[in-house]
């Protein structure tokens, strides 16, 4: 089992039909790639599509790899000015993001969020923030 779902890149190689990303793009990836045909994903709710793969999650492998493939829509593209560092803390904030919008997070709240990894430390300064 191959791990890491927060993770960015360098396109290296397309497929015939690509035609958002080009070879030398830089990009985030978006780890969990739902199935094109379930209701939640054709509801725009792909998120909690019962096909989703996910990378790092059995038996998908992870995105810790020299090599990871990944349709051309669930690439973000990143400026120059992000570096790939911070190009891989764009789903662990978008985690962040969302949590803080479902909690309905406004100024003067106090919060309290357990766990202090990626996710954690990013969702507390989400909140923080907001």
């Known amino acids: 089992?191959?791990?890491g779902h927060e993770s960015s890149g360098q396109v290296v190689e397309v497929?015939?039909?690509v035609t958002r990303v080009k070879v030398g793009d830089r990009f985030a990836i978006e780890p969990g790639v739902p199935s094109r045909y379930s209701?939640?994903?054709?509801?725009?709710?792909?998120?909690?599509?019962?096909?989703?793969?996910?990378?790092?999650?059995?038996?998908?492998?992870?995105?810790?790899?020299?090599?990871?493939?990944?349709p051309e829509d669930f690439l973000?593209?990143?400026?120059e000015s992000v570096?790939?560092?911070?190009?891989?803390?764009?789903?662990?904030?978008?985690?962040g993001v969302h949590a803080n919008k479902l909690a309905d997070?406004?100024?003067?709240?106090?919060?309290?969020?357990?766990?202090?990894?990626?996710?954690?430390?990013?969702?507390g300064a989400v909140a923080r923030a907001f």
């Open 1 to 3: 089992m191959v791990l």
């Open 15 to 17: 497929g015939d039909a």
């Open 39 to 70: 209701d939640e994903t054709k509801e725009g709710r792909y998120n909690l599509c019962p096909g989703m793969a996910f990378a790092a999650t059995p038996p998908i492998d992870g995105t810790l790899v020299k090599y990871y493939l990944s």
């Open 76 to 79: 973000v593209k990143l400026p």
């Open 83 to 95: 570096s790939y560092e911070e190009g891989a803390c764009v789903e662990p904030l978008s985690v």
């Open 105 to 123: 997070v406004r100024f003067g709240n106090r919060v309290v969020v357990f766990g202090a990894g990626r996710v954690g430390l990013l969702t």
